[in-house]
């Protein structure tokens, strides 16, 4: 059904947005007015045309509207407010109060916004994971991104707009709020960029109108709507648009307005001065954090049957095996590449499935942000790399990603010394202590390759967001001392269970990943020379058992093939003191340094990570 849509009205509601931008920044002493006034003629008019209803803000046939410059938020939640999507009174009382949900930045579950931003040139990104979701869904919803010029000049943009023509996204219209300001003065003098030029070279149509001409926005809306191609809508404007002594000016990108030019501003706009309310409504708000916003949705996903591995297997193809067993009976599952199928194993998948990957090329930032955009829209998404580039080298995307409490999957594979040769560029060496540090992620290190293929499982079924590394090498499947299977058909993987795979009355020594068969040669070498360790693997290194650590506390080794002073020596010690108790001794083995390149056996026994290596320096340590 055609919206019917009343242009004077729009332009009523603009007029009343420039009064509700300029109360609410004063009012807070705080935010981006100038911004919010170029871009507020926009806001109306995409509100206004696009398939959005307040009264049913969620549905899954809505339009999705990315907003990248997310500091224009007083212009977004004063047209929100005014389409009946939130309180207009709570927007201006609250606006950037801790106890208040209009952050100063959009963020995610405020009806009609859709995905958290601030970080600028992720927003276009999103918007090409929102608009990829639709297609992969079958779903014919639009999406709208609305982005800042200054922001143009960053990378990752240019990394979606080949992305978008690459997928022949019809779906996908982007409005740039050309207004030449940023910070630092005028964008074209800070860091000049041909905007037009960029998306035409990346085969994009192109629209250029007036941004404060409603009737001009809302003829190229309709245009980009149905024109076959992703489209540009470049739309000239100026900051702070509508008050004279705004206009042009980059004092006021994040600059509000004294009282004095409040009054005046507001006499411009021929709106009632009536700050004083608003002043004290926000005096009397409570000191505390508003409730959190979280979105989330019921994962529906059949686990399949798991496989069991009884000879020496990489756990990067076992990794690669579960995903494709999974997208081959869930259509709700799909996984992105970056040029690294062969060697993160999702050839699998491409080839039993290969309308569920998408192949992004050498561009890892624009994948980690579609990925974590399409796991929010429904998708169980596995963004699958190296963890060098999977972690290390997207750690603002993933965290911006655990902002919108998405349900990504991060499966990195050649994590530490035992990807070998490639040396220390490629070394990942952070995968447990990097993650820690965006609230909410999981991170799970399996010891084997049957351990392996039941955490792929399992974090598909369930909402969250995970880490999963893994090495490079191929390894035995961890056997018991008889000989069995420790991983067999019976086991269950249970997030923060430690699986203790020696027994030992002289000490334990805790261990994770690709250097648990290390550790478990180092207790062999150990028990006959009548030192008896046990042996524990600690997958879940961010949920320690207590139980297991207060049986397991006098003499303590922790091994790992990560760095040493943030990995899982330093959370087991931290988790020691919290609970109060002090082992006798207590050693952590893992990396000090970039390593070299070389054989990954050879690494192990330079580093001191070896199970020889890590016998000797118990004996050693025991002798003192």
């Known amino acids: 059904m055609t919206k019917q849509i009343d242009i004077a009205r729009i332009k009523e509601i603009s007029t009343q947005c420039r009064g509700d931008i300029l109360k609410m920044t004063t009012v807070a002493n705080s935010g981006h007015p100038g911004g919010s006034m170029s871009s507020i003629d926009i806001l109306t008019s995409l509100y206004a045309f696009a398939n959005v209803d307040p009264k049913n803000p969620w549905s899954e046939n809505r339009d999705r509207i990315v907003v990248s410059h997310g500091h224009i938020s007083p212009a977004v939640y004063s047209t929100l407010a005014h389409y009946g999507f939130v309180n207009r009174e709570e927007v201006l009382v609250g606006f950037r109060h801790p106890a208040s949900i209009f952050e100063g930045h959009v963020t995610r579950g ?30 014919d919803y639009h999406v709208y991104v609305v982005m800042s010029d200054g922001e143009s000049a960053k990378g990752q943009v240019q990394e979606a707009r080949r992305t978008a023509r690459k997928y ?35 085969g994009w149509n192109i629209i250029e109108i007036d941004g404060h001409d409603h009737e001009q926005i809302l003829a190229a809306l309709k245009i ?34 004294s009282m004095d030019e409040l009054m005046k501003a507001l006499e411009q706009l021929n709106i009632e001065y009536d700050i004083d309310k608003y002043i004290k409504m926000r005096k009397e708000l409570p000191t505390k954090q508003h409730d959190k916003i979280k979105l989330s949705y019921e994962v529906g996903i059949d686990v399949g049957t798991p496989r069991i591995y009884d000879k020496a297997t990489d756990n990067r193809s076992a990794l690669g095996r579960a995903i494709a067993d999974l997208a081959t009976i869930n259509d709700n599952v799909v996984a992105v590449d970056c040029d690294l199928k062969s060697s993160v194993k999702l050839d699998f998948l491409d080839k039993e499935r290969s309308d569920r990957i998408i192949e992004l090329g050498v561009q890892e930032h624009n994948a980690a942000t579609i990925s974590g955009v399409m796991s929010s829209d429904g998708l169980v998404t596995f963004f699958s790399d190296f963890g060098v580039f999977g972690v290390d080298e997207t750690f603002n995307q993933h965290r911006l990603n655990a902002i919108n409490n998405t349900n990504l999957k991060i499966v990195v594979t050649h994590c530490g010394i035992d990807v070998g040769e490639d040396g220390k560029t490629h070394h990942a060496l952070n995968y447990i202590g990097a993650p820690v540090a965006w609230y909410g992620f999981k991170t799970i290190v399996p010891a084997d390759p049957n351990q392996t293929d039941k955490v792929i499982r399992y974090i598909a079924k369930e909402y969250g967001n995970y880490v999963v590394a893994v090495g490079r090498s191929k390894l035995e499947p961890i056997r018991r001392e008889d000989g069995t299977l420790f991983f067999d058909e019976s086991y269950v993987f249970e997030y923060g269970k430690m699986d203790v795979l020696r027994d030992g009355k002289d000490g334990v020594i805790y261990t994770i990943g690709s250097v648990v068969p290390n550790a478990l040669k180092a207790h062999e070498i150990l028990k006959i020379k009548g030192i008896n360790l046990a042996v524990i693997n600690v997958s879940c290194p961010y949920h320690l058992d207590t139980e297991v650590l207060k049986r397991h506390s006098n003499f303590v080794v922790t091994v790992e093939d990560h760095n040493v002073y943030n990995g899982l020596g330093s959370l087991i010690a931290q988790k020691f003191f919290e609970m109060g108790l002090l082992p006798r001794q207590f ?5 000090e340094d970039f390593p070299v390149s070389g054989d990954s056996k050879l690494l192990f026994d330079i580093y001191n990570l070896s199970g020889e290596k890590i016998a000797q320096q118990i004996e050693e340590k025991i002798a003192l």
């Open 110 to 139: 405020i009806p009609g916004v859709e995905w958290t931003t601030g970080n600028l040139g992720q927003g276009l990104s999103a918007g090409v994971g929102f608009a990829l979701a639709a297609k992969l869904k079958k779903k």
């Open 168 to 202: 022949a996204l019809n779906n996908l219209t982007v409005l740039v709020d050309y207004n030449d300001i940023q910070i630092s003065g005028h964008a074209h003098d800070v860091m000049y960029v041909d905007i037009k030029g960029e998306f035409q070279s990346a």
């Open 224 to 257: 980009a709507k149905s024109d076959g191609k992703p489209t540009a809508i470049i739309a000239h404007t100026v900051i702070g648009k509508g008050v004279d002594f705004m206009e042009d000016k980059p004092d006021y990108h994040g600059k509000p307005l």
């Open 587 to 591: 050693m952590k083995l893992g990396l």
